[in-house]
């Protein structure tokens, strides 16, 4: 099983990235740190904020990394997992990085790609990466395809890849099976999972490669 | 696309639309989504729908069923939106309900009364105020002249006074009459969080910041600051931290 995320205190936060509650209240307005990730949480002192660990202090090094390249609208559009680009259309989606070559086999058009199917190429481009077979990747990309609406909302969304082994007299077959869902998610006992993917990760990686390179 | 405009004189309703100016003076209705470059209501407007106007004035009663958007907005008398607003600059003289409201300059004079949040670049009040959720701007200027309540105030630079109501004539009248006559000017808040915070007549749990300084009238739970901190002679802090 995995572990659950770690929770960070909002004071912690700002002692560890040394940013100001200004700050961190501005870019809470802007959508640059989303809703969701304000944790309420009761503790002995009363009512207490705390934040998933790995991705504020990640959003935070972005923000102040990205920040004096661009104005603070624009990394709401490059960071934002909830601010999702609708007017993509990409014609070369390998030379992105998250999809890279190993989203060659999986590309299904030689037209202009929306943002979907670019997330739903980079979840099967990083299966290919972790070991998955192309025709396993392939039903992740399909799968991720179809969630477009949920994916404007990717926080605590994953992608799977498992694998459902049955055994009936002596006969044992096993079964490739891909899904998107909001965690926790649970399968069966008979299923294997061989790929999980944080989708708010990819969506945010995706941004990030396609903001790279409209800036050229 | 050609610009209509439209007036309401005495009592009429419009339907929803494009527009280029809307006016109603008198009772007026819009059944439906308006889109105006400009909105004026004096007397009792009611829109069956959201609104956006560039440019929004209303006097007396308004009512929006659904959301508000606006560029420049003021109103005057009783706002009330069962959606939420959004606007660059909003100022409200009087009595004003949202679901929530977002934006750039808000400036209040009267009560405001938010169920979620308010979530602006510069929030200046006068008057009271209950807000449901969080109150967040980069500068929260609050006078107090009645009671005020909000779950958690957040920012760059938080000021909370208790009014002297020194103000002669209308104005002194009209926030007598919204909040009674001697009513108690307090703030309740759960949470206050903010570089600098400067406080008088509030009630906290938690005030956390970089420089802080307690008025008179305060009674704080616990004060975590990082700079300094100073309390006045009368207030009380359960429980400083420095760090």
């Not at chain 1, 490739?176 to 399968?187: D, F, H, I």
């Not at chain 2, 929803?16 to 439906?32: D, E, F, N, P, W």
């Not at chain 2, 939420?84 to 009267?110: D, N």
């Amino acid at each position: 099983m995995e572990q659950p995320e770690e929770l960070i205190p909002k004071k912690e936060v700002l002692r560890l990235t040394g940013i100001s509650y200004g700050q961190l209240y501005r870019w809470k307005r802007l959508g640059l740190i989303p809703e969701a990730w304000f944790i309420r949480r009761s503790t002995f002192t009363g009512q207490e904020t705390f934040f998933p660990r790995e991705k504020i202090l990640k959003r935070i090094a972005d923000i102040l990394r990205l920040k004096d390249e661009y104005p603070l609208e624009e990394l709401v559009r490059l960071l934002s997992p909830e601010v999702v680009p609708t007017e993509v259309a990409h014609l070369d989606p390998l030379a992105l990085a998250p999809i890279g070559p190993e989203g060659r086999e999986l590309l299904w058009k030689s037209g202009e790609y929306a943002f979907s199917e670019l997330v739903a190429l980079a979840c099967g481009a990083e299966a290919i990466r972790r070991g998955a077979k192309p025709g396993e990747a392939r039903l992740l990309v399909e799968v991720v395809r179809r969630a477009e609406e949920a994916l404007r909302a990717p926080t605590d969304l994953s992608a799977l890849l498992a694998e459902k082994t049955v055994e009936r007299e002596g006969l044992l077959l096993r079964a490739p099976l891909a899904l998107v869902g909001r965690e926790p998610l649970l399968l069966d006992p008979e299923c294997r999972i061989k790929v999980r993917l944080d989708l708010e990760k990819v969506v945010e990686g995706v941004k990030l490669a396609l903001g790279g390179e409209g800036r050229g | 696309m050609g610009e209509r405009n439209v007036t309401i004189s005495g009592a009429g309703r419009i339907e929803g639309g494009s527009y280029g100016t809307v006016k109603i003076a008198g009772s007026g209705r819009v059944v439906g989504d308006l889109v105006a470059e400009e909105f004026k209501a004096a007397g009792s407007a009611k829109v069956e729908g959201n609104l956006k106007a560039q440019r929004f004035e209303a006097a007396g009663a308004f009512r929006c069923e659904g959301n508000l958007e606006l560029e420049e907005g003021e109103a005057a008398g009783s706002l009330k939106v069962v959606g939420r607003v959004r606007a660059k600059e909003l100022k409200l003289a009087g009595s004003a309900q949202a679901k929530g409201i977002t934006g750039g300059y808000l400036r209040a004079g009267g009560s405001l009364s938010v169920e979620e949040n308010v979530e602006v670049e510069i929030f200046r009040l006068m008057g009271a105020f209950e807000i449901g959720g969080l109150l967040s701007a980069d500068r929260v200027e609050v006078e107090l002249e009645g009671r005020a309540r909000a779950r958690e105030i957040g920012g760059e630079k938080i000021v909370v006074r208790a009014g002297q109501r020194s103000l002669g004539g209308f104005l002194s009248q009209a926030l007598g009459f919204l909040f009674g006559q001697g009513s108690h000017k307090e703030l309740v808040a759960e949470v206050i969080e903010g570089d600098e915070i400067e406080l008088e007549a509030t009630q906290a749990r938690l005030v956390r910041g970089g420089k802080i300084k307690i008025g008179p009238g305060c009674r704080i739970e616990r004060v975590e600051y990082t700079e300094t901190l100073e309390v006045a002679p009368g207030a009380v802090v359960k429980e400083e931290v420095k760090g």
